[in-house]
């Protein structure tokens, strides 16, 4: 048996190099191996294996080093932090998202809100429609009576209550504000003109 340590010494264009001496070296090396009592017709070159039989190849290696040594053992653990480090740091296929809360508005803010925009807008006409239409709705359910719909007009529930002398005054200025444009100190006394006439129609029908 001749090992070589560099595989290089029996390649043709390193051994043609005369001046080198590799060629004389490389007989001797044959003869060698030819001496002997046995003879030997055939030469074996294992340029991947020390050794006779099976050996264990660079995965398998690796995978003893970090299941049985305790430097292994720290690599190993310290591989999976980082691992699991970089998932969660790493960007996501879906983002992360807080569940929509819709937070919903209590009555006062509501009239706050919607007397705002109509402030802003001056949009007194529809204001005094909706205050009106608020004191039908409540006057009707105070008086058990069926509700009124929105075929009968607010002008013609006006009239049937203008019937009544004190509240003429009133009911005539509800009226103007439902077709024309108030200023803020009008819009006041419309306010007021409808608060009396709730006030009045709730007590003549108890």
Known sequence: MVVLADPDLLRNDVLRVCRWGLD?????????LA??????DRLVFDEYHQGFGTHPGTLRAIALYLGH???GHALLQ????GLVLLLALGPRALPAHD?????????????TALAQAYQRVGGTRTATTRLLRGLRRRVERATRVEPSTAAQSDVRFL???????????????VRRALSTPMTRREFEAVGGALRRLETSLLNQRR
């Open 159 to 173: 009239e049937m209550v203008s019937q009544t002398p004190a509240l003429a005054d009133d009911a005539a200025l």
């Open 69 to 71: 040594v305790p430097s």
């Open 35 to 40: 001496a002997g009592a046995v003879r030997r």
């Open 24 to 32: 004389v070296v490389a007989a001797r090396m044959l003869e060698y």
């Open 78 to 81: 310290a591989f999976l932090g």
């Open 99 to 111: 569940p929509e809360r819709i937070e919903r508005r209590s009555p006062l803010e509501h009239v």
